[in-house]
């Protein structure tokens, strides 16, 4: 199984201020379709995960622009350019290259 | 607006087996994947298998592999996962989530509520 690692676990921020949190795969994601196979979720408190980046850079319909995800192979980031209140929760990177799709340790997003 | 909604919660013994269900609407059912995701308490997300609502395809965890079947009812626009044999560990919040198959890469759009599992004797 591909194993998903993330860090920090844990990132207290401040609101306007930018955060950054980094996964990494045990192995590539880069698909011979010259895709990064590597998804972020936000799983906000009491609720299901939501799709923010997929594709390793793409954002989904209805995600702010402050969030954006770059990275490749093994080495991927999903960066807050400014913080807000609604932004708290658990952020996960998922591979969904080869099954079974697998979910990082996920990483606490509050506000200090 | 695409909705997929997911029966309220289970209580199972040991060794009993549970069905969640999960009715999608608001797409055409059939064109899209339908992955099941469980969260035990204070984990990360595990996935368990999808099926291909057109054909009904499916491919499953190792994991889970002797334990989990999921089926679909193109005519109720609705998938379901059975687990059987359950132990304590099952003990999950059990989602759902759409998948647009004719897309590259997998990633899960929308998601159901989740349905709260509890194995206990």
């Known amino acids: 199984d591909i194993v998903m690692t993330q860090s920090p676990l844990s990132l207290p921020v401040t609101p306007g201020e930018p955060a950054s949190i980094s996964c990494r795969s045990s192995?590539?994601?880069?698909?011979?379709?010259?895709?990064?196979?590597l998804d972020w979720y936000l799983q906000r408190p009491g609720q299901s995960p939501q799709l923010l980046i997929y594709?390793?850079?793409n954002r989904a319909a209805g995600v702010p622009d402050r969030f954006s995800g770059s990275g490749s192979g093994t080495d991927f980031t999903l960066k807050i350019s400014r913080v807000e209140a609604e932004d708290v929760g658990i952020y996960y990177c998922m591979q969904p290259l080869q099954t079974p799709f697998t979910f990082g340790p996920g990483t606490t997003v509050d506000i200090k | 607006q695409v909705q997929l909604v997911q029966a309220g919660g289970e209580v199972k013994k040991p060794g009993a087996s549970v069905k969640v269900s999960c009715k999608a609407s608001g797409y055409t059912f059939t064109s899209y994947v339908i992955h099941w995701v469980r969260q035990a308490p204070g984990q990360r997300p595990e996935w368990m298998g999808w099926i291909y609502a057109g054909n009904g395809n499916t491919q499953y965890s190792q994991r889970f592999q002797d334990r989990v079947t999921i089926t679909r009812d193109i005519s109720a626009s609705t998938a379901y996962m059975e687990l059987s044999s359950l132990k304590s560990e099952d003990t999950a919040i059990y989602y759902c989530a759409r998948d647009d198959a004719s897309a590259a890469g997998s990633y899960f759009d929308y998601w159901g509520q989740g349905t709260v599992v509890t194995v206990s004797s």
């Open positions: 594709l390793g850079s």
């Open positions: 192995q590539s994601l880069l698909h011979s379709n010259g895709y990064n196979y």
